[in-house]
Nanobody, 124 residues
Framework: QVQLVESGGGLVQAGGSLRLSCAAS????????MGWFRQAPEKEREFVAA????????YYADSVKGRFTISRDNAKNTMYLQMNSLKPEDTAVYYC?????????????????WGQGSQVTVSS
């Protein structure tokens, strides 16, 4: 079992930046795919980005591609989501998640371990 703890959310103006962190404890991520999802008020949870832990290969939703960067620090067992050029429509609760498979997935239910969520609010 992997426990995930998120941090780094907050309030920023449109065009600003934030970096979310997701620290893992318990098992390592050697065989895992890690992902970020977000859920805005009255909307379904949606995929944001994913990374293969071992290889570092990444995949992004079209809505954030070119603005967000997912990365990981193996030594710290921590995943990051660097969010630049933020827009009001990026406002949501952001969740990190882990999938005990090597393959990239954009489907919420493919992920088995979840962080508590971190609020990101982008003002216009």
């Amino acid at each position: 079992q992997v426990q995930l703890v998120e941090s780094g959310g907050g309030l920023v103006q449109a065009g600003g930046s934030l970096r979310l962190s997701c620290a893992a404890s318990g098992r390592t991520f050697t065989y895992y795919t890690m992902g970020w999802f977000r859920q805005a008020p009255e909307k379904e949870r949606e995929f944001v980005a994913a990374i293969r832990w071992s290889a570092g290969s990444t995949y992004y939703a079209d809505s954030v591609k070119g603005r967000f960067t997912i990365s990981r620090d193996n030594a710290k067992n921590t995943m990051y989501l660097q969010m630049n050029s933020l827009k009001p429509e990026d406002t949501a609760v952001y969740y990190c998640a882990a999938r005990p498979r090597l393959g990239i997935s954009t489907v919420e239910y493919d992920y088995t371990n979840w962080g508590q969520g971190s609020q990101v609010t982008v003002s216009s």
